[in-house]
């Protein structure tokens, strides 16, 4: 168990629709990242927020938006979902950029079906 | 070229048997390594992180990291069914803020 937690478990939207998916990372790591993993590939990054604050986005549009709170918990939302949106989001806590140490711990993920 | 490459397999390897991992890496700024494991309909779980030339041994897992190669690998020894997984290889861009993933490779072992 990496302390990291995910809701919900699985997700069924239809096209078009907005999402809201949660995490919350293990106390003491103040940064989160958030993944895409279509079947079959490894986790494509999608943001990084330290301390409240975006740190850095992979390539995704800006209906990808998400947002971090003090309490360790973070919001990932997808506006306008498509088709291809459809895949397992994971997020993962970490102590934050500059550590020595800067394992990243997943979370057990969301599995989102865009039909 | 890919940030991080793997050879997606899949491997084959009977119980026992020493399974070996690759992966290359582009930036050559990176400074730390990560090797996770991933059950199919699972989260990834972090299994070993390396950060100097060399090897660092855990248990059955062993990590090599060449940086002037660019190329990590990952040694399971004495492979167990049970280490049958998708296992990813990840680098941080030199930054430190994100992750780059291979596509995995994916090991079965054969009792």
Known sequence: ETGVTQSPTHLIKTRGQQVTLRCSSQSGHNTVSWYQQALGQGPQFIFQYYREEENGRGNFPPRFSGLQFPNYSSELNVNALELDDSALYLCASSLGPGQIRDEQFFGPGTRLTVL | ?111
């Open chain 2, 1 to 111: 070229q890919k940030e991080v490459e793997q050879n997606s397999g899949p491997l084959s390897v009977p119980e026992g048997a020493i399974a070996s991992l690759n992966c290359t890496y582009s930036d050559r700024g990176s400074q730390s390594f990560f090797w996770y494991r991933q059950y199919s309909g699972k989260s990834p779980e972090l299994i070993m992180s390396i950060y100097s030339n060399g090897d660092k041994e855990d248990g059955r897992f062993t990590a090599q990291l060449n940086k002037a190669s660019q190329y990590v690998s990952l040694l399971i020894r004495d492979s167990q069914p049970s280490d049958s997984a998708t296992y990813l290889c990840a680098a941080p861009l030199n930054t430190g803020n994100q992750f780059y993933f291979g596509t995995g490779t994916s090991l079965t072992v054969i009792p």
